[in-house]
């Protein structure tokens, strides 16, 4: 079945966010540094980009100590406690290691004694919002009452030093949710889509190219982009899902309270809202000073509203995302509470 015949996606139990937090690491890495090992300028990376400043994750840390402190702020907002928790889903491309799995990492360190760990690794940018559908369906057996969903990469790690391409875009975060049954509100629709393609990847690492010295000399262990082909995916595929998945929930675009997109670019970011024809103001922007954070960036900007307290009883909110393969799609809900 094809994405756009796929069904609505509503779901009969309402789900809710019930509490949000980020982690952000304290090195703060200006445009300014940059500039010292890249060719380019502040001003450069601003125009292309919007990003100003971007988070860096101290070398003897690893994503798991990203993902603990963001789990326990977003617990602590829900009013629960590790051991109300039935599942824990972890978003990363940047894992600790590849075994043992990060999402028991974080159960362990949290001490989530009765929760499910469950690892997404290969979505990149499209994890978070992948974690919270796959969370929202979890949450409709009646066994299961809370899903933490933790996304946090850690991009200074498998970007190249001396690639202007991906080292001026990306930071490091990690972005947490807690989601549990609601009354009312719930996920209205989703919407999502792929197509196999490898203009980002990292090359070696898997079966197929094993690490070794010569992949090493090479740099094919960090990311590879190609902007132009991430620009023309984003611009077309972000504006088509939000507008098919708000179709499906009975709403248009300018029927959306609040849009928590994908941290990627300013530039891609204002065109797509001007595709849809949606006041920029509806949509918080945090690239501009944590960079883009990949599966964690739309969960920053989903914090930066209801961690404030500004995500209001019936409103309708919409949270987008596409990432490496390519893979791309929306998420449509209604806050509970009318």
């Keep these: 079945m094809s994405p756009d015949r796929a069904p609505a996606g509503g779901l009969p139990v309402p789900v809710a ?3 949000t937090g980020i982690h952000l690491p304290p090195r703060v890495v200006g445009n300014r540094e940059l500039t010292e090992s890249l060719d380019t ?3 450069w990376i601003v125009s292309r980009t919007g990003i100003r400043e971007r988070r860096w994750l101290e070398p003897e840390l690893a994503t798991s100590d990203m993902c603990v402190p963001a789990a326990e702020a977003a617990l602590a907002a829900a009013g629960r406690s590790a051991l109300d928790v039935d599942a824990i889903i972890v ?3 940047t894992y600790d290691q590849p ?3 990060t999402a028991l990492i974080v ?5 989530a004694a009765g929760a499910l760990p469950l690892d997404l690794t290969q979505a990149a940018c499209v994890g978070g919002l992948q974690a919270v559908l796959l969370a929202a369906h979890l949450l409709q057996n009646p066994a299961t009452g809370t899903v933490l969903v933790v996304a946090a990469d850690c991009a200074s790690r498998v970007t190249d030093p001396a690639d202007r391409t991906t080292r001026i875009f990306f930071g490091d975060a990690a972005a947490a949710v807690v989601l549990g049954r609601a009354t009312d509100g719930g996920l209205l629709a989703h919407h999502h889509g792929s197509q196999l393609s490898y203009d980002v990847e990292i090359a070696a690492g898997g079966s197929r190219l094993p690490v070794s010295a010569e992949t090493l000399a090479a740099g094919r ?3 590879h982009m190609d902007g132009r082909a991430v620009w023309k995916s984003a611009t077309v595929n972000l504006p088509d899902s939000i507008t098919t998945a708000a179709a499906r929930a009975g709403l248009t675009p300018s ?4 849009y928590f997109l994908h941290q990627a670019n300013l530039n891609i970011l204002t065109e797509a809202l001007a595709t849809l024809g949606v006041p920029p103001e509806r949509a918080p922007i945090t690239l501009d000073r944590l960079g883009n954070t990949g599966g964690a960036g739309m969960l920053t ?4 509203v209801a961690g404030a307290g500004r995500l209001r009883p019936g409103q309708a909110y919409a949270m987008a995302a596409i990432g490496a393969g390519f893979q791309w799609g929306t998420l449509i809900f209604r806050h509970p509470g009318r």
Aim: proline share 4%; glycine share 8%.
């Design 107 to 111: 159960k362990d360190r949290l001490g």
């Design 91 to 93: 978003s990363t491309y």
């Design 301 to 304: 900007a989903l914090h930066e």
């Design 221 to 223: 262990h960090y990311v």
């Design 17 to 19: 966010v019930l509490g």
């Design 99 to 101: 075994l043992p799995s």
């Design 255 to 258: 029927q959306i309270d609040h």
């Design 41 to 43: 300028t502040a001003e």
